[in-house]
């Protein structure tokens, strides 16, 4: 898609000079504008209801009240396409150190339920965050079950999947009976590409895929794919250390991300995702 200058001057930003591509991800166009105020980052998605960045707009409204997040300069829509408008940050390097601690200080934020007041309905793995009473109920019913679901329609599941999968499904339901689960504020897609220091070193999320949680849901992304180290883990502890056994649970919820990853990518993630289910 390429902006041109009369779809540029509908957005309410004033005299857009440059539209400059960057990159974005696999769902958003996304583009650096240059304005007269400064620079701003522009994620666009063609032919789709203005709704479509509701949910990221409510996350980073979430993270806000905790953590450092790029301001939402403006949202809507232009000529069908679905626009969102952020401050542009400037990246710089900071401390895994700062970081532990400003993702602690979002899971001190909590709510009654598990789930949120929006569903996130964008890309190729919708996620319904109906609220919840119990945290496995949510977890198993409106996370983990649709991906072996959609799996299943789409080849990539068998028997001996399935009877593991079942196996896990009451390990996990046994494990969190007693466990008192604070439903609290999750980022909910914490992978390295989804954190950033400013110029100034300030930890920064981005990308939020926001739900109310186990807070070791957010923590086992961080084991799967790298990028956090152990004075992340440290300065997270600090502020907020982790409840007895939680290691011993992370591989339950590293296997939704595993289950993703064989939805998107296909048998590639297969093996991993076999090496959880056969921990039982």
């Not at 789709?48 to 809507?76: C, I, M, R, W």
């Not at 990539?156 to 689960?181: F, P, S």
């Not at 439903?183 to 109310?212: A, C, E, K």
């Not at 152990?230 to 339950?252: C, I, M, N, V, W």
């Amino acid at each position: 898609m390429e902006l041109t200058p009369a779809w540029l001057a509908q957005l309410p930003l004033s005299q857009i000079t440059a539209a400059t591509p960057v990159s974005g991800g696999d769902i958003n166009l996304a583009f650096r504008l240059t304005t007269a105020e400064g620079s701003a980052f522009l994620l666009v998605q063609p032919q789709t209801p203005a709704s479509f960045y509701s949910h990221e707009v409510a996350g980073l409204k979430a993270l806000g009240q905790a953590v450092n997040v790029p301001d939402v300069l403006a949202t809507g829509n232009i000529d069908g396409d679905a626009y969102l408008v952020l401050e542009f940050l400037e990246t710089g390097h900071g401390s895994q150190y700062d970081l532990g601690q400003a993702v602690a200080r979002v899971h001190r934020i909590t709510a009654p339920q598990f789930g949120f007041d929006q569903d996130n309905l964008v890309g190729k793995l919708p996620k319904h965050n109906n609220w919840q009473d119990d945290w496995s109920t949510f977890y198993l019913q409106q996370r983990l079950d649709p991906l072996v679901q959609r799996a299943q329609q789409h080849g990539l599941w068998n028997e001996r999947r399935q009877t593991a999968y079942d196996r896990v499904r009451q390990h996990i339901l046994t494990e969190n009976d007693g466990r008192h689960i604070v439903p609290s504020l999750l980022h909910g897609d914490l992978w390295s590409g989804n954190y950033l220091f400013t110029d100034d070193g300030t930890p920064t999320l981005i990308d939020p895929d926001v739900l109310y949680g186990d807070r070791e849901f957010d923590i086992a992304m961080t084991t799967i794919f790298g990028g956090f180290s152990a004075d992340f883990y440290k300065g997270y502890q600090d502020s907020y250390p982790f409840d007895t056994g939680y290691a011993e649970r992370l591989p339950h919820y590293q296997l939704y991300y595993l289950l993703a990853h064989l939805n998107l990518f296909g048998e590639t993630y297969g093996g991993a995702v076999d090496e959880i289910l056969s921990r039982g």
